[in-house]
């Protein structure tokens, strides 16, 4: 399988501030995803993106493929952007999916 | 539409019990997955279906079966329940047409005892 690592594995905020979530996997991909849950356990998802660049509001995501990394921003922080993110990553089988252990993140008022 | 439904949301079980966790999604989608997740941890995928009648084993399918036989459901059946297999299950369905995005239920919680 994929090696799918995340960093950093905590991070705190102030309101307002933004940040800069990474995703690293050991092979090419051919599907990559982006996961947000919340403090009640819910996964929402954020983004496809195998590669290239997504925008959605406050946040964006950008995948270099040939370089194996993808990047989460958030700007503008807010409370409720608290939770974890998780990549996940799958090449050769499309639907074989292996996350990482998450970005924790907290966002303080 | 609501979307990806799993029941029950808690059980506990006793070693050696078996039992089967439903999901079923309105969407029409043709993929669906099992996930499980243990406390501070990623998830990791047990089964996973690409239409009716067809699936296949994730990174850790041992202890665990599944079936589908429509395009809604997706259970997933445990047998001889083990410690081991206390933890939070996610289903999560996914198609073309959505651009591959996986959308997950909310979650049943396993405690095995």
């Known amino acids: 399988g994929i090696q799918v690592e995340q960093s950093p594995p905590d991070l705190i905020l102030q309101e307002g501030a933004n940040s800069t979530l990474r995703c690293n996997f050991s092979d090419s991909v051919n599907n990559l995803q982006w996961f947000h849950q919340n403090p009640w356990g819910q996964l929402i998802n954020l983004f496809y993106i195998p590669s290239g660049t997504k925008q959605n509001g406050r946040l964006s995501a950008t995948t270099v493929a040939t370089e194996r990394y993808s990047l989460l921003y958030i700007s503008s922080s807010q409370t409720t952007d608290s939770g974890v993110y998780f990549c996940a990553a799958s090449r050769g089988n499309f639907n074989k999916f292996y996350f990482g252990s998450g970005t924790k993140l907290n966002v303080k008022p | 539409n609501a979307g990806v439904t799993q029941t029950p949301k808690f059980r506990i079980l006793k070693i050696g019990q078996s039992m089967t966790l439903q999901c079923a999604q309105d969407?029409?989608?043709?993929?669906m997955y099992w996930y499980r997740q243990d406390p501070g941890m990623g998830l990791k995928l047990i089964y996973y279906s690409v239409g009716a009648g067809i699936t296949d084993k994730g990174e850790v399918p041992n202890g665990y079966n599944v079936s589908r036989s429509t395009t809604e459901d997706f259970p997933l059946r445990l047998e001889l329940a083990a410690p081991s297999q206390t933890s939070v299950y996610f289903c999560a369905s996914s198609s073309e047409t959505s651009s591959y995005e996986q959308y997950f239920g909310p979650g049943t919680r396993l405690t095995v005892t």
């Open positions: 969407m029409n989608h043709n993929y």
